[in-house]
C-alpha cells in the first residue's frame, strides 16, 4: 500500500526516538540510585523535647517578617527555621534567638542519611531551576545539591521539609537529558507550535498503523506465500501483528496527553503564600497531640500566623480516645487517618482547617465564580486521580460543584495548591496512565509490566528499522 510507506517514511525517525526511549526507560528505572532511608531521622523533626521552650514572640527579633516557623532539632538544640517575607531561610536557637548558620552541615548529615553514604568530602550547590540533572518531574524548589568526593550519587535535599527530593548520578542524568530531547522535543523551544508538531507526527504514526494493518487484513497470504518472502519482509509482518494494538494505544493517549494539558496554566504551585506575619504575633505554643510522629508548624494566613499540628493515623485509630479529643479540630474527617488541628498563633483560638484551605485555594476558585466547596477530604496516599507524579503528601482534597467536577489538592503544610484537576484532566490521566504506562498490568507486578512495554517498545523500533531496510531495497531494485 502506497499510502502506508510514504507516511511511515515521513515519521519513521521521531517514532524511532520515541520507541528507544521508551526500551530505555524501565531500564533507568531499575539502574537509578535507590535511597537508604525515605524520612528524615525522627530525632530531627520530633518536636517531642521541646518542652517549656519559650514562644518565638519572646526570643526573635520583634520585627522579623516570616511566610513560616518550622521547629527543628539539631545535635540536641531546639531551632527555629524561618522563612522570611523575602523567601530567605534562617536558623535561630529556640531557647534564647541566637542566629545559627546551620543549614550546611544540616543538609550534609540529611543527605548522608538518605544515601547511606558516610565518607567523602560533602559539595553544596543550591539549585533554583530544573535541569536534566534535577529535572521538572522532582517539583520541588529550591532544593540543596549535596555530592560527596569519591561516589557519584548526588542528593538533592529540600530544606523546608526536610525531605529528600532526588536521588541523581551520571547515568541517570545523562539518560534524563536524552529523554527530555527525544521524548518530550525540549529542543523545540516554542511550546504550543511543539505540541501540535507532536500531535501530527504522533497521528501520522496512527495512520501507518491503521494502514498497515488494513493492509495485513486484506492481504492475508498463505504460508507457501509467505514463507517465499524475503526474511525482513516476512518478520515486519509478524511483529505487526504483535504491537499493532500496543503502538494504537500508546500514540493515541500520547495525543490525547500533549493536547489536552493547558501548559498555561499549571497544576501545581511551589510557591508560599504572599501574605506574612512578624515574630512578634507568634505568642503561644500548642499543646502537644499525643501522637507518634506528630509534627507543627506556623504558617502564615489572613487571620494572622496560624499554628498547624498534624499527625497521620493508623486507620484502626481513628476511633481512639486521642483522636475523639482532638475530632472538633480535625474537621470531622478523622477516617481520613489524618489528624490536623489549626490554632491562631498569637491567642490560641482554635480555627477549621477549611477556613485555612479556603484562604490556600483561593485563587482556584477565583476562576469559577459561584462556585462552593462541597466535600473536604484528607488524603494520605497515592491514589489513581492524584499519583506519585505529584510528590506532596499529605494534601486535602477540596471537591467543587462545578459541571466539569473541579478538585483542588491542597498541602497545607506547604501552603501551596498542589494539583487542580477536572474532567478533562482526568480522562488524561486515565488515558496516560492506562494506555502509555499500561498500569492496567500492575497486578502482574511492575517488573512485569516494565518488561511487556520495553518488548512492545523494541518490537516497534525492530519493525521501523525493517521498514527502513524494506524501503531502501525497494528504491535500490
Known amino acids: 500500500m502506497r499510502w502506508h510507506r510514504l507516511l511511515a517514511l515521513l515519521v519513521v525517525v521521531p517514532l524511532m526516538a520515541w520507541s528507544l526511549t521508551g526500551l530505555l526507560h524501565p531500564i533507568m528505572a531499575r ?37 513560616e516557623l518550622r521547629p527543628l532539632t539539631w545535635q540536641g538544640e531546639a ?35 538518605f544515601t547511606g553514604i558516610s565518607s567523602g568530602e560533602p559539595r553544596l550547590t543550591l539549585v533554583n ?12 524548589l529550591p532544593v540543596w545539591r549535596v555530592a560527596f568526593s569519591g561516589h557519584d550519587t548526588v542528593a538533592f535535599i529540600e530544606p523546608r521539609g526536610l525531605r529528600l527530593a532526588a536521588l541523581s548520578d551520571s547515568w541517570k542524568t545523562c539518560f534524563s537529558g536524552l529523554f527530555s530531547q527525544l521524548h518530550n522535543w525540549r529542543f523545540w523551544p516554542h511550546e504550543p507550535s511543539r505540541d501540535i508538531a507532536m ?123 486521642v483522636a475523639a479529643e482532638h475530632a472538633e479540630h480535625a474537621s470531622g474527617h478523622a477516617k481520613a487517618e489524618l489528624l490536623m488541628q489549626v490554632q491562631r498563633a498569637d491567642t490560641a483560638q482554635a480555627l477549621t482547617l477549611e477556613r485555612y484551605l479556603g484562604e490556600l485555594a483561593a485563587d482556584v476558585l477565583a476562576q469559577y465564580p459561584g462556585a462552593r466547596i462541597i466535600s473536604t477530604q484528607a488524603i ?44 478533562l484532566s482526568r480522562a488524561e490521566g486515565f488515558s496516560f496512565a492506562y494506555l502509555h504506562k499500561a498500569t492496567w498490568l500492575d497486578f502482574l507486578g511492575k517488573g512485569t509490566r516494565d518488561a511487556v512495554l520495553g518488548l512492545q517498545a523494541l518490537g516497534v523500533l525492530v519493525m521501523a528499522c525493517l521498514g527502513l531496510w524494506l524501503a531502501r531495497r525497494r528504491r535500490m531494485s
Open 79 to 113: 531551632y527555629w527555621a524561618a522563612l522570611t517575607a523575602d523567601d530567605q531561610r534562617r536558623y535561630f536557637r529556640a531557647r534564647d534567638g541566637q542566629p545559627s548558620a546551620i543549614e550546611p552541615t544540616l543538609m550534609t548529615a540529611l543527605a548522608r542519611h
Open 129 to 140: 531551576t530544573f535541569s536534566d540533572e534535577y529535572p521538572f518531574v522532582n517539583r520541588y
Open 31 to 67: 539502574w537509578q540510585p535507590s535511597a537508604a532511608a525515605m524520612m528524615p531521622p525522627s530525632e530531627i523533626i520530633s518536636t517531642v523535647s521541646w518542652q517549656g521552650v519559650p514562644a518565638p514572640a519572646q526570643v526573635l527579633p520583634a520585627a522579623l517578617a516570616l511566610h
Open 199 to 321: 500531535a501530527l507526527v504522533l497521528s501520522v504514526g496512527l495512520m501507518v498503523v491503521l494502514t498497515g494493518l488494513v493492509r495485513l487484513l486484506r492481504g492475508s497470504l498463505p504460508a507457501r506465500r509467505l514463507h517465499a518472502m524475503p526474511t525482513s519482509r516476512r518478520w515486519h509482518r509478524r511483529l505487526a501483528w504483535l504491537v499493532a494494538l500496543g503502538a494504537i494505544a500508546s500514540m493515541s493517549s500520547g495525543v490525547f496527553h500533549v493536547l489536552a494539558i493547558n501548559k498555561s496554566q499549571p497544576g501545581f504551585t511551589a510557591q508560599p503564600a504572599r501574605v506574612a506575619f512578624s515574630a512578634a504575633q507568634v505568642r503561644t505554643v500548642p499543646p502537644a497531640l499525643g501522637l507518634i510522629g506528630e509534627r507543627r508548624l506556623v504558617v502564615a494566613s489572613n487571620d494572622g500566623p496560624l499554628w498547624l499540628s498534624y499527625a497521620k493515623l493508623p486507620a484502626v485509630a481513628v476511633a481512639s480516645t
Open 380 to 423: 494520605t496516599r497515592f491514589m489513581p486521580e492524584y499519583g506519585f507524579v505529584q510528590k506532596r503528601l499529605p494534601v486535602y482534597q477540596l471537591s467543587l460543584d462545578t459541571p466539569d467536577h473541579t478538585t483542588i489538592y491542597i498541602d497545607p503544610i506547604d501552603a501551596v495548591v498542589s494539583s487542580v484537576v477536572n474532567d
